[in-house]
């Protein structure tokens, strides 16, 4: 079974700062996913990366994939309080529909 | 750019009533997904349809049922309703092609609370 671990399960950061947010999976994926969500809000999809080495960035996020360590990082650079939301990287297994979610990373960008 | 609808956005209902949870894909997706998420709580996977067949089952209660219809709208039917089944319920849909990335979109979820 496919499981997918993030940490920390909680950020406070200062504005300006940088920091990692990294998501671990238990077996081999073929997608690896980044959502944010809003408090009672929908996700909203960030990143989708598909091979080993990919990196994408937007913005202020850049997201990188390392399938050997089965192991996702989203890096956030010079925080801004408009980034303080809960994010969820979520994988999907070749053989399957599912998303399966990590346990989500609450950021809160403080002044 | 069209986005996925779910209606109704809250349902307010009593223990063992039922409740129905429409979803209305993105024009031209073809598979839609449901998701359940507790408070303070990420989404887990319930089910999904590729052009009108399950296409894959999670850990849906067997008091739930859901199908996709011929015009690709699914709905999510919930009888026998417990505390615990106060969720926020998302429905996703894509489109399935050789090139896709498979991104799952999000509509803006069911509140359901019951009483």
């Known amino acids: 079974e496919l499981k997918v671990e993030q940490n920390p399960l909680f950020l406070s950061m200062q504005e300006g700062k940088n920091y990692t947010i990294y998501c671990n999976y238990s077996t081999t994926s073929d997608r690896l996913y980044w959502y944010r969500q809003d408090p009672g809000k929908s996700l909203e999809s960030l990143f989708v990366?598909?091979?080993?080495?990919a990196v994408k960035q937007e913005g202020r996020l850049m997201a990188s994939l390392d399938t050997k360590a089965r192991l996702s990082t989203l890096h956030i650079t010079a925080a801004v309080h408009d980034l303080s939301a809960t994010y969820f990287c979520?994988?999907?297994?070749?053989?399957?529909?599912?998303?399966?979610f990590g346990t989500g990373t609450r950021l809160a960008v403080r002044p | 750019a069209a986005g996925v609808i779910q209606s109704p956005r809250h349902l307010i209902k009593e223990k063992r009533e039922t409740a129905t949870l429409k979803c209305y894909p993105i024009p031209r997706h073809d598979t839609v997904y449901w998701y359940q998420q507790g408070p303070g709580q990420d989404p887990q996977f319930l089910i999904s349809?590729?052009?009108?067949?399950?296409?894959d089952k999670g850990s849906i209660p067997d008091r739930f049922s859901a199908q996709q219809f011929s015009d690709y709208h699914s709905e999510l039917n919930m009888s026998s309703l417990e505390l615990g089944d106060s969720a926020l319920y998302f429905c996703?849909?894509?489109?399935?092609?050789?090139?896709?990335?498979?991104?799952?979109?999000f509509g803006p979820g069911t509140r359901l609370t019951v009483l």
């Open positions: 996703a849909s894509l489109r399935r092609s050789l090139t896709s990335t498979d991104t799952q979109y």
């Open positions: 990366l598909l091979s080993n080495g």
């Open positions: 979520a994988a999907k297994k070749s053989s399957g529909d599912k998303l399966t």
């Open positions: 349809f590729y052009e009108k067949m399950q296409s």
